[in-house]
């Protein structure tokens, strides 16, 4: 198993920025794919962002071209670099990851976010 923590989230004027990170507790196997998702209340959860072991990355239409992910696998870290933030992207953000060749996802409590306008 694995435990994931965020940190980074808070309050931001719309227009501002925010970089969240997870970081990933040491475990006996490697960390392949890594996600950051967000939830609002009376929502489904929504996949925003993904990257893979490599660096390949993916992003929800509703992000591109405002968030980026990245990681540092030496240090099992994912962030998330989300500018010119609009109040609609206020939710709690939570990461997610999944181990190299297991379909298990273990996901962190989440974060925080709320954009004002």
């Known amino acids: 198993q694995v435990q994931l923590v965020e940190s980074g989230g808070g309050f931001v004027q719309a227009g501002g920025s925010l970089r969240l990170s997870c970081v990933a507790s040491?475990?006996?196997?490697?960390?392949?794919?890594m996600a950051w998702y967000r939830r609002v209340p009376g929502k489904q959860r929504e996949l925003i962002a993904i990257?893979?072991?490599?660096?390949?990355?993916n992003y929800a239409e509703s992000v591109k071209g405002r968030f980026t992910i990245s990681r540092d696998n030496a240090k099992n870290t994912v962030y998330i670099q989300m500018n010119s933030l609009k109040p609609e992207d206020s939710a709690v953000y939570s990461c997610?990851?999944?181990?190299?060749?297991?379909?298990?996802?273990?996901w962190g409590q989440g974060t925080q976010v709320t954009v004002s306008s």
């Open positions: 997610a990851a999944a181990f190299v060749d297991k379909t298990d996802w273990y």
């Open positions: 040491k475990s006996a196997f490697t960390i392949g794919t």
């Open positions: 990257i893979s072991r490599s660096g390949n990355t």
